[in-house]
């Protein structure tokens, strides 16, 4: 059981890895975050939190990053949404409302918005087995996939849409809006890895929108892109 120190301690790490992408020591967050504590004390409470899974120590730095068990807490309880911008809210239906009577034609519209909105790879199925993506590029843009072997294993989810609904059907949470992590993926090199994704329905039609982004990711901005993003592909979708 984590005290409230731990959790607002756990909170303020999450969140400045999130932003940086770089590990987090105590005088960082002593002065970024006033903790109303001393760095020693932050030490302390950051080496329980390591012993009890929350956080790990890269072997370069003498930082600590959240573990998967840290993210999980924070998407289940510690994350707070961010509100998308209304003029974000009409740029994607103005953007989508043409489209409306080309479903696959839609879709795509929807995750070119939906890439731009994250900032990451965005994606859509069907179950007929259509597959559309947009922002492949910005998968290079975060130092976790830098090595080869997890930009091509990212990539190769583009050409295996199979592979990509067996890691939806696997997600081990529900919710309208869930997110698989890590080696919750069951993919090789993805292992710092997570995608955010919803189900659809519209009509006899159904499918998934999803994001693929490090285990970092801002979820508490990709969430609710990926909710309206659905709200608004079932609403123009009802014009089928």
Not at 43 to 65: I, W
Not at 117 to 123: F, H, K, Q, S
């Amino acid at each position: 059981m984590l005290t409230e120190r731990q959790v607002e301690l756990l909170k303020a790490i999450i969140d400045s890895y999130i932003s940086t992408s770089e590990p987090v020591g105590s005088v960082e967050v002593v002065k970024r975050y006033n903790m109303h504590c001393s760095a020693a004390t932050i030490r302390n409470e950051m080496a329980k939190l390591l012993s009890m899974g929350f956080l790990e120590m890269p072997h370069t730095s003498s930082g600590r990053v959240p573990t998967k068990q840290a993210y999980r807490l924070y998407l289940d309880e510690l994350m707070e949404e961010t509100d998308l911008p209304v003029l974000q809210e009409v740029a994607l239906k103005q953007r989508l409302w043409p489209n409306r009577f080309h479903f696959e034609k839609m879709l795509r519209e929807a995750m070119i918005a939906l890439a731009e909105i994250t900032r990451a790879l965005a994606m859509a199925t069907t179950s007929d087995g259509f597959m559309t993506h947009a922002g492949a590029v910005n998968v290079l843009e975060n130092k976790e996939f830098w090595e080869i072997d997890s930009a091509k294993a990212a990539l190769i989810i583009l050409d295996n849409s199979e592979m990509l609904e067996r890691v939806f059907q696997s997600a081990p949470y529900g919710g309208d809006v869930r997110t698989v992590l890590e080696d919750e993926l069951g993919i090789n090199n993805l292992s710092k890895s997570s995608i955010v994704f919803a189900p659809y329905s519209v009509g006899n039609r159904s499918g998934h929108i999803a994001v693929l982004g490090p285990s970092r990711i801002n979820y508490a901005q990709v969430i609710p892109a990926i909710r309206y993003t659905k709200k608004v592909i079932e609403e123009l979708g009802e014009a089928w």
